[in-house]
């Protein structure tokens, strides 16, 4: 599987989300397509089985600042900046998040306690749940947004500052 994944990383880089193909990643990888089939029912699933490892694996610095609000901002920060540095990997993300595919919803649900998981760390002990509801979607809409092409990934971590602070805002 890691051998897989580090070829799907590989081959994404190179041909793009519309190029890559799980047969294409197999045979980087050195393995049947068959043996690539069993780890992932579709490059959907790869692409969201990349997107979860990339930001697992992201460097945990915890969140910084002495208010809710820098914390917060410092999260969605690094989240965007790592989405910035793969662009590939986070147009393969953005559509494959939105299907349908039963092992991306399991990925997908993964993904989504990431982001409140960190939300939660930002805000400190009680946060409210509103609160955090409120940020996961910000957040996840920004990441359709910038998928969509309306900005850069740069430009959402940026927007993204003053829509925290207007969720924050009494809160923090």
């Known amino acids: 599987m890691e051998r897989l994944l580090r070829a799907g990383a590989a081959e994404l880089r190179t041909v793009g989300v519309e190029a890559l193909t ?3 990643v197999a045979l980087r990888a050195g393995v049947s397509a068959a043996t690539a089939y069993t780890y992932f029912a ?3 699933h790869l692409f969201a089985e990349l997107f979860w490892r990339a930001l697992v694996n992201e460097p945990q610095v915890g969140p910084a600042g002495d208010t809710a609000l820098q ?3 410092t ?3 690094r989240m965007a900046a790592m989405l910035a540095e ?4 986070a147009a393969g993300a953005t559509s494959a998040l939105l299907g349908a595919d039963p092992d991306v919803e399991r990925l997908r649900l993964r993904i989504g306690a990431e982001f409140l998981t960190r939300f939660r760390e930002a805000l400190g002990e009680g ?3 509103d609160v955090l509801d409120a940020l996961a979607l910000a957040f996840s809409g920004a990441l359709l947004q910038a998928g969509m092409g309306l900005m850069t990934y ?4 940026e927007r993204l500052d003053g829509v ?5 805002k009494g809160h923090g």
């Open 86 to 89: 793969s662009p590939e990997l």
């Open 127 to 129: 946060a409210d749940p």
């Open 75 to 77: 999260v969605t920060r």
């Open 154 to 157: 740069t430009e959402m971590g």
């Open 164 to 168: 925290i602070a207007a969720i924050l």
């Open 71 to 73: 914390r917060v901002c």
């Open 22 to 24: 799980i047969r294409t």
């Open 42 to 44: 579709s490059k959907n």
